[in-house]
């Protein structure tokens, strides 16, 4: 998991009063402190080297979990039969050996200097040189193509969009996809003119750290990162100094094209003069490391096609060998193995209730979360659910079972009717739904379930609220042992907790997968209204007044 240690510092709002409402019954199972406790041991044992995504110390925490499924009388949910969703994984970075570098003209200009070249895992290690003519494009909108042959050849475009322009408009235009629009268009390359007035409003230097630093994405099918191809070959951000030798002999001079655009105009494209040779090597690693799925199908027809998510990451920091000191091993107990062992004792509860759920229920331990929530966007890309859907999905990411915890925070519950489904479910246990304690953090965009979030998913982000001690307890854990090698099970762990834990979150996916209707976004959601067009919307209920003192 990743939260900023803002935390730590600020004071937290506590809890809001619970729904008055009674949800339906169900067989209700018990739920075992002590299986928590064995799940949560295995899974942060030394054994599993920190259970780093690519390693085998994961490969054996997936196993673990893939045959607890089994054990419990799950489908496998993975490909070909299997309990596993292979996520191919390429860790990149460019070659210190063989620079970067982009020559127009025949003058050379270094990479991380004028030019900014990143790393890229589409052609392995070897080394990528491309020549070709340069067109300037204007913004890169759209319409800015209009009249220009850039088949084969580099466009030069400059940053954001036109003064004036709305950022409605601006989307419209093409502005967060001009590497696409350039693809579209048959370009080689992109490059992008970071003007003197950009350099007033960024840092070259930070651009660069980002920009030239190591990476890891997942690939999809086609090899491309993130499973899109823009159809280009390679961008490149490049400065004033390199913009002014791009325009040299050309109808206007960088500085001139500067000037127009100082003074709110949109300039036309047209051709360039010199021509561009643009030389990069990575260095690429691909390991596949898997999703682990366990399906327990729907008894219901008319709903089994509909699938409610719950997801927590398997992965976690691994060893790191430079670390002073004897342990140099992030055994990840709170940040993920007590969140999967939620997930495990939910399984085990729905698998012994003597009730199938209506709905059909993907358990999902997540790879990747820690690189950048990769096994998440792979399975939001790639679905196992064939003609199916993914309703819902609650994710469980570092609950802190320290302490009785007497309220939840389910980060986006007021985005959508799981709010509400939340709210109930705590009732039941006398446990309240606390409001997102720093909505200015937006918490919600930081874990496993904002992927699904982007693919259109109503999804809530489960953790123990910070009532009962809970607001000391999270924020000395994010002082002494977030992502620290002490993050392990000799921590003063209530497993009790964990047992409780997992019994709220077996009563909400319980309600998600019963229910009559599937979850909604709200009607006017700015997440709902971006990633779910079209999708059925709900009215949100009117605030409950505050609690009198």
Do not use: C
């Not at 018990?30 to 259970?51: C, I, N």
């Amino acid at each position: 998991m990743r939260i900023p240690l803002i935390f730590i510092a600020l004071s937290l709002g506590l809890a809001a009063p619970a729904m008055a409402q009674t949800a339906p019954k169900a067989a209700e199972p018990t739920f075992s402190a002590a299986a928590v406790k064995a799940h949560v041991e295995f899974l942060a044992d030394d054994l599993l080297e920190g259970r780093n995504a690519g390693t085998r110390g994961y490969d054996i925490a997936a196993r673990y979990v893939a045959t607890r499924f089994e054990a419990l009388g799950l489908k496998p949910g993975g490909t070909n039969g299997s309990w596993y969703q292979q996520v191919p994984l390429a860790d990149y970075a460019l070659d210190a050996s063989a620079p970067a570098s982009i020559t127009v003209g025949g003058k050379k200009f270094a990479n991380g200097e004028d030019v900014l070249i990143a790393a890229s895992p589409r052609y392995g290690s070897t080394a990528q040189v491309l020549t070709g003519e340069v067109v300037f494009a204007g913004y890169g909108l759209h319409d800015d193509y209009a009249g220009l042959d850039v088949k084969g050849k580099f466009v030069a475009v400059l940053l954001g969009s036109p003064r004036g322009m709305s950022e409605a408009d601006a989307e419209a235009a093409g502005a967060e996809e001009k590497d696409a629009s350039a693809g579209k268009h048959g370009a080689l390359g992109i490059l992008y003119i970071v003007s003197p007035d950009n350099l007033k409003r960024m840092s070259w230097a930070s651009a660069r750290g980002y920009v030239l630093r190591s990476q890891m994405t997942w690939l999809g099918p086609n090899g491309a990162p993130g499973g899109d191809d823009p159809g280009i070959k390679i961008g490149s951000y490049i400065n004033p100094n390199v913009a002014a030798a791009l325009f040299a002999g050309s109808p206007k001079t960088a500085d001139q094209i500067f000037a127009s655009v100082a003074a709110g105009e949109r300039p036309k494209g047209f051709a360039l003069t010199p021509k561009v040779t643009t030389e990069r090597t990575s260095k690429v690693m691909i390991v596949n490391s898997p999703n682990v799925i366990g399906i327990l199908p729907g008894s219901d027809p008319r709903l089994a096609a509909e699938y409610v998510v719950l997801s927590a990451h398997l992965d976690h920091d691994g060893v790191d060998p430079d670390l002073k000191g004897d342990d140099k091993i992030y055994n990840g107990a709170m940040d993920n193995a007590a969140g999967v062992a939620t997930m495990l004792e939910v399984a085990r509860g729905f698998a012994e209730s003597g009730k199938r759920p209506k709905r059909s229920i993907l358990f999902v331990a997540l790879t990747a979360e820690e690189d950048g929530l990769l096994g998440s966007e792979y399975l939001a890309k790639y679905p196992v659910v064939g003609s199916g859907k993914v309703v819902a999905d609650v994710n469980l990411d570092m609950p802190i079972l320290l302490y009785d915890f007497t309220d939840v925070v389910a980060f986006g519950a007021e985005h959508s009717t799981l709010g509400p489904i939340v709210e109930r479910a705590g009732a039941r246990m006398g446990v309240t739904l606390s409001p997102d304690p720093m909505p200015e953090e937006n918490l919600f965009v930081r874990s496993d379930h904002y992927s699904f979030v982007k693919a259109g998913v109503p999804s809530v982000f489960l953790v123990t609220g910070w009532a009962n001690g809970g607001k000391e307890a999270f924020q000395k854990f994010l002082a002494t042992d977030y992502h620290k090698v002490s993050d392990q099970t000799n921590l003063p762990f209530n497993w009790e907790a964990g047992a409780k834990f997992a019994k709220i979150n077996y009563l909400i996916a319980r309600e998600i997968a019963d229910a009559a209707e599937a979850p909604r976004w709200y009607e006017g959601n700015k997440y709902g209204d971006q990633y779910a067009p079209g999708q059925p919307r709900a009215k949100k209920p009117a605030e409950k007044p505050a609690a009198k003192k």
